[in-house]
């Protein structure tokens, strides 16, 4: 039987961040199996499920974790909705999808991500 690939706790539960801000993170995964494993990034649009981009990103492999950066800038105020896959060489699949905070800063001061949230089911934005 096949286990699937298992992600590390290198990606936040919750990411934060504010428009033409590039966030940076580390995506670590391993298998039980052995296997290899694939990384892959998509990022969505938060109210419609729409596929902006999906990237297979370029790992890494040392000491049976598999690590890749994941790059990406939000360029405009929306909901957007990330998803992190790691596939290995049988077919198992493993998603994770972090809470997305986006702080516009529309109000020319500092973005308050506690109290300034808008919620929809997994999908979320700072105001």
């Known amino acids: ?7 590390a706790s290198s ?7 504010e428009v033409d801000q590039i966030i940076s993170i580390d995506v670590q995964a391993t298998d039980d199996d052995g296997d290899e494993i694939s990384l892959f990034a998509s990022v969505k649009n ?4 729409e596929q902006l981009s999906e990237t297979e990103l ?11 950066l994941f790059d990406w800038t939000p360029t405009e ?3 957007y909705k990330i998803e992190f896959r790691a596939r290995d060489e049988k077919g198992g699949v493993t998603i994770l999808n972090p809470l997305f ?16 949230q808008v919620h929809t089911g997994n999908k979320h934005r700072a105001g």
């Open 1 to 7: 039987m096949n286990s699937v690939p298992k992600f």
């Open 77 to 79: 105020k929306r909901l």
């Open 58 to 68: 370029s790992t890494e492999m040392e000491d049976s974790v598999y690590t890749a």
């Open 11 to 17: 990606i936040p539960d919750v990411i934060q961040t």
């Open 101 to 116: 905070l986006l702080c516009a800063c529309s109000n020319g001061g500092q973005c308050d991500y506690d109290n300034s």
């Open 46 to 49: 938060g109210d419609n499920e």
